[in-house]
């Protein structure tokens, strides 16, 4: 366009010229001109001109300003429309591409010893553990499907916490090689897992709610109020610990005198779990609310570093390990009597239950569709409560990943 628009003003020049050297007095001459926009005009002359009277160029910056204006406005498209696409700007068709490549598990010999968690592969090399989170979702205690992208959003949701909580609570990492890789401490894991609850909710036979119910009002060693209704907030947070299941097995309710009893914890290795797990949840809340994100209950799992310091293990604030409701809504539909608004994997949960499947017998073959709208609430879930755009690494999962952990191989 520049060029052309050079071209231009030069034949509109040598025109000009070429008429007045004519010299022809009762010839009208023609002068090049420009608007405020620099838009070059060739007009009739009212009065014959002496030859070469070109007008002085008003606003010299125009143009170079005009060209900046154009590059920076392009550079602007580049940058949004290209590299950070919002969710909306993910579309369908890149997340049913990537299916074929989702990371179902990985079997590296040469990483260290190997445990297949129900969604990560661990592996262990002295004291570093490599965990590996693949794209596989487990509900009803079973794996359900593999959904794209899930891995990265976990990992990069746990990094985001851990990277927002350190200040409070020491955690096992150490470092990020691949979007769905972390390096961290190998730990001993304590045995009991620490879970802090914010609001009575719950559906399932052993929950909060359905014990409160039924009129239980001890709630992991928790005296609770008469006349709470369900999905209210508590009066204040909770801890209702549970017993850390061995591979395959149901985690069990415990209270604390049970925990002191079976010599799982130490009084004080208790109350500093206690007071790491509150601390947690306050974090946790404050930094959702800011999003508008109720953190409603989560999960912490703590550990012994090789050093014997106590740290936070696994995954925090990740949906697989947390509920969060939506914020907006919540006082309205609790009124009402309404089930707040949910941002987890309830998704797919539900999508089974409404086609028969509650944990037993056969998974019904699960749509592409519902693949790719699970994905989206993942992402959706990950940009509401972090406030970030999830930017997708599309393509073969397992070849970047081996690439990305080169220097981890023995
Ligand atoms: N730093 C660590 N040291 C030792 N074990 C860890 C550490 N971080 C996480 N873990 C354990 O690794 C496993 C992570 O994989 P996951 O798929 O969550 O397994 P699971 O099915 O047991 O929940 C968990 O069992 C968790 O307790
Ligand atoms: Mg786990």
Redesign the pocket.
Known sequence: MIKYYQNYTKLARRYTNQLSSLSDISRPTFEVTKDLLGKTFVRRHPHPQPRGTLRPQKLPLLRPAIVLLLLGWAYFLYNNLTFNPSPEMIPRDVIAQQIPHVLTGTNFTNLGTR????????Y?QGQR?I?ITSDRL?AFDRIIANIPFKGQVLNAMTQFWFENTKDICPN?IESYPDPQVIV??????IMVEMIVRGYITGSTSTSAWTVYAKGGRNIGGNVLPEGLKKNQRLPMPIITPTS?AA?GDHDANLTPAQILEQGLLTAEQWEKLSSYALMLYARGVEVAARQGVILVDTKY?F?FTPEGEI?V???IHTPDSSRFWIAATYEERLAQGQEPQNINKEFLRLWLADHGYTGEGEIPAIPKEIICETTEKYIQAYEMITGKTFEAQPGDVLSRIEKNLTLYFI
């Open positions: 445990y297949e968690g129900k969604v990560r592969d661990n262990t553990r965990l487990s096992y961290g401490k190998e730990c001993k894991p850390k591979h799992e550990g740290v293990i696994d995954e």
